[in-house]
């Protein structure tokens, strides 16, 4: 594939072929800890899925894509689960950075950045109701939670960076 700018979209969609890896653990997970309407609004693997369709890759080769089969620990119990989603959804408000700085650069697809900006201008209010749901989980769990954020970030460092 060309170089676009500085990034291929070979290489783009390899970094996000390892998004998609943990997000495919992780997501189907939260079934049991969080209400329906809630999850189903958070998730990004069908957004992923799409910008690699975007990139050039076909559905045979997503469905090949390694998982991190290590992503269960970030749902195995609520304040695990609610650490990750501290740490997931927060991605996004970075994610919304990145976009914004990749639409003024060189190298800007016409699709396939659904994942780093899932939320448009709803970001702000999907982050506080993020933190409504933290912070309705007890005052004892907070460590729990802060230890599930912690794991999460530690898991995420291993797989985007080692596979």
Known sequence: MPKLGCVSTRESASRLCLHDGSHAVWEPGLTVWLAPDFRVQRCKLPLLRRDL???GMDSA???A????????ALYSTRAAALGALYVMEGSTLGGKMISSHLQGTAWCPQAGLRYF???????????S???RCLSEAP??????????AQQTFGLLQVWLTEV
Do not use: Q
Request: with cysteine; net charge neutral; hydrophobic share 40%.
């Open 129 to 131: 109701e993020t933190l």
């Open 65 to 72: 894509l390694p998982v991190c089969r290590n992503a269960t």
């Open 139 to 148: 005052a004892s769990a907070s460590s729990a939670i802060l230890l599930g």
């Open 117 to 127: 900006n899932p939320y448009g201008k709803e970001t702000g209010r999907r982050w």
């Open 53 to 55: 369709l975007d990139l």
């Open 61 to 63: 080769a997503i469905d």
